[in-house]
């Protein structure tokens, strides 16, 4: 129970954070995917590099291990075409979030060099 507590506190302070960028403040918020106009998913633009490769490398580890569940079940024909839906579903999320950190990262890199 007090990790749904906390879980959804840090989600309501991510939240809180997200909207005090769009609103004007100090904090820039930096959207994980430029292409989606409305995308709410990002970082703050102060991240370090080092902070934003550590995320990137959670969700890959997130990734392999959806990835590691996927092969060790002993028939995917008995997963549920639902279950199997959301497994791929996260697959692709996780793999896009990695790879827009791992691309912030290398751009706070440089930056950081300059």
């Known amino acids: 129970m007090n990790e749904t507590i906390t879980s959804q506190s840090v989600t309501s302070r991510a939240v809180s954070d997200s909207c005090d960028a769009y ?4 904090k820039d918020f930096t959207p994980l995917r430029h292409d989606e106009p ?3 998913i990002g970082y703050l633009s102060s991240a370090s590099a080092l902070d934003l490769y550590d995320a990137a490398t959670l969700r890959q580890s997130a990734l392999i291990g959806v990835l590691c569940a996927l092969s060790s079940a002993p ?4 997963l549920s075409p639902s279950s199997l839906q959301n497994c791929i579903q996260a697959i692709r999320i996780l793999s896009e979030d990695a790879a827009a950190l791992y691309g912030g990262a290398w751009q706070a890199r440089q930056a950081e060099r300059h």
């Not at 609103?23 to 100090?26: A, D, F, K, N, R």
């Not at 028939?75 to 008995?78: D, Q, S």
């Open 75 to 78: 028939e995917l024909n008995e």
């Open 38 to 40: 409305h995308c709410v």
């Open 23 to 26: 609103s004007g403040t100090e």
